[in-house]
């Protein structure tokens, strides 16, 4: 049995034509613009993984700062 994959329900649903096509190995007519979606969402992708780095790096520097503020309080204290 062959495995569906979710791309090809979503090109059955938006039109069964071009799912037959896609079933038969035939190529399609607009290659390009379909090429110009995958930059787009490669580069999506690229920019939400750096804005997941980029928080952490933030947290890091908090929980420091939250370090650094503890050790000048307790040195203000005890000296």
């Not at 090429?35 to 690229?46: L, P, T, V």
């Not at 908090?62 to 000048?72: M, R």
């Amino acid at each position: 049995m062959r495995t569906v994959r979710a791309s090809e329900l979503a090109t059955y649903v938006y039109c069964r034509r071009a799912w037959g096509y896609q079933l038969q190995g035939k190529a399609s007519e607009n290659a390009e613009v379909m090429a110009q979606g995958w930059g787009g969402h490669n580069r999506h992708s690229r920019r939400v993984v750096t804005a997941g780095c980029v928080r952490y790096l933030a947290y890091g520097f908090l929980l420091s700062s939250i370090l650094l503020f503890a050790v000048h309080m307790v040195n203000g204290i005890l000296g």
